[in-house]
């Protein structure tokens, strides 16, 4: 028989698993003012599922945090990025760090990292912070890759470039923060702007223009808007009535798509390049 006494601390149990993402350490729970009587009575009562030891688990808890949990790893780089919300453009597999003298198994089909954190690892943590995943993602991804999420971080007031500054940043990092702006208003903006650098003309984001921003001011007349998902119904009405609103004031613009940018940059970068070739940038 329950008792009340188990039965509400069965519900701090519940709720204190359920901020940790359904997955858990007991000594967190024990902490918590759960007993040792009460955490055997969850697990016989199915409200808890041993994972590895001194590790437990909701049923349903999110699935990637219950797999770390198991393995004894960390989610970090490219998957600790997503699961903060930064801009991420693909993610083939899981990444997860390791102690760096770690031993015993490890996942199949993930990427293993492991340096020693920037930013030590609290033991309840199964998501690297986001410095510790911008450094490994500074050595880990391609450069705009990486540049793209280091850039989402700023724009999302994640990370403060002073305080980071101040840190032992490897060379790749280093690199990154002295590049890393927050002025894309998406990691393919930012991606856009590293693949056109070389372009002996200057490219400006986030220009203000007939009421709007653009995503592009190249020279003093090419405006490039890069459309995502939402140019669709209503938002791209308004979109190409402020595309109208700008070539009546004498702005000549390209759209190009999400697709174009990953899968056809070549064909993109023609398009432009063949304008700036016309002077379609130069003010007349």
């Known amino acids: 028989m329950i008792t009340s006494k188990t039965a509400q601390q069965l519900d ?68 600790s990025a997503r699961r903060h919300g930064l801009w991420v453009l693909a993610e083939e597999r899981a990444h997860v ?17 492991w340096a020693k954190p920037l930013v030590p690892r609290h033991p309840d943590d199964l998501v690297d912070p986001v410095p510790n995943a911008l450094v490994l993602a500074a050595s880990c991804l391609p450069r705009e890759e990486a540049l ?52 002996p003309v200057a490219i400006t984001p986030q220009v203000w223009l007939a009421g709007k921003p ?31 609103e700008l070539m009546l004031l004498g702005y000549h613009v390209i759209r190009v798509s999400y697709a174009e940018v990953v899968e056809d940059w070549p064909a993109v970068q023609r398009r432009i390049l063949d304008a700036v070739a016309q002077g379609l940038h130069l003010a007349r």
């Open 12 to 79: 701090q149990l519940e709720r204190t698993a359920l901020a940790h993402g359904g997955v858990v350490r007991t000594a967190r729970l024990i902490q918590e003012g759960v007993s040792r009587h009460t955490l055997v009575t969850a697990r016989e009562s199915g409200l808890l599922l041993p994972l590895r030891r001194g590790w437990v688990a909701t049923p349903g808890a999110d699935a990637e945090l219950t797999a770390a949990a198991r393995w004894g790893v960390v989610l970090t780089c490219v998957t």
């Open 97 to 113: 760090a390791c102690p760096p003298h770690a031993t015993g198994a490890r996942p199949d089909r993930v990427t293993v990292h």
């Open 148 to 199: 793209a999420i280091w850039e989402s971080a700023f724009r999302k007031g994640m990370i403060d470039a002073t305080v980071l500054g101040r840190m032992n940043l490897p060379p790749a990092a280093r690199g990154l923060l002295a590049l890393a702006r927050p002025f894309s208003d998406s990691g393919l903006e930012t991606i856009f702007i590293v693949r056109l650098r070389w372009l």
């Open 214 to 244: 653009v995503d592009f001011l190249i020279g003093d007349r090419l405006v490039v808007q890069i459309d995502g998902g939402h140019h669709v119904g209503a938002q791209r009405a308004r979109d190409n009535a402020h595309d109208a």
